[in-house]
């Protein structure tokens, strides 16, 4: 009898135990229902756009830092010219909208409504919880260019002609900078683009790079694919200039830096991938 009471309590004990295994997978299972919920459309389209905007950087080498060496606009940080080497990666045609921020992220930081503007008001860690979703989203593997294939893409990579701003030699043609009708920021693409299809390289708004800044880097970088200093002096890495500085930021050569957590009117942002 005594044998027969402890199976009975094994049986309710095993069963109890089923039940509660049983119960769990159930709500993990609802779980993994939320988290896979289907995308709607106006998503969907903007993951698209994205993706097709991304232009195919063959890889090379270029003379990374102050396009002449002699030219007067060039800061120190901009030396010494050096050789750098980048692998074959993708950037995107335009720097980020604030139509395709909105979608992603669901509220738009640029105050002033625009929807094929950069998005502006963004900080370096804005910008990379913005890749985090957007990867999320598109299963993608989506990231800050670096600094060198940032200048080496504007530069106009293997098909570079040399110019001294995105695609031009003339700032005008390829960049919006401080000018009398340039107080702010414009929609994408609206100058010409550079020698590999890229626009507004030049001008229009900073760019944030991957990398913290160190104004004594280029004496020091490695000539394959660098990705800047470990630590750097507590910025990271703006390139392009913009609407609001004048027509020298606009060089392609020139660097420049930002707190990871700063914003402004006329910061933004790119994409780039593997």
Known sequence: MKQFFCSLLLCIAATLFLNAQSTQHGKAAKTVVKENKPLDAKTKAILQEIEERMVLIEGGTFTMGCVNPQDTDCYYWEKPRHTVMVDTFYMGKYPVTQKQWKTIMGSDPSKKECQDCPVIYVSWHDAQMFIS??????????????????????KGGNKSHGYKYAGSNVAMEV????????????????KKPNELGLYDMSGNVWQWCS???????????????PKGPETGNGNRVLRGGSW???????????????????????????????
């Open 244 to 274: 609001w500085g004048p027509m020298k930021d606009c060089r392609v050569a020139n660097r420049d830096m930002y707190p990871p957590d700063a914003k402004d009117d006329d910061v933004g942002f790119r994409l780039a991938k593997d």
């Open 175 to 190: 960049a919006w900078f401080d000018t009398l009708i340039a107080h702010h920021t414009h929609p994408v693409g609206t």
């Open 133 to 154: 979703k957007l990867n999320q989203l598109s299963h993608q593997n989506y990231r800050l260019p670096t600094e060198a294939e940032w200048e080496y893409a504007a």
């Open 211 to 225: 990398d913290w800044f160190d104004e004594k880097y280029y004496s020091k970088s490695p000539s394959s694919n």
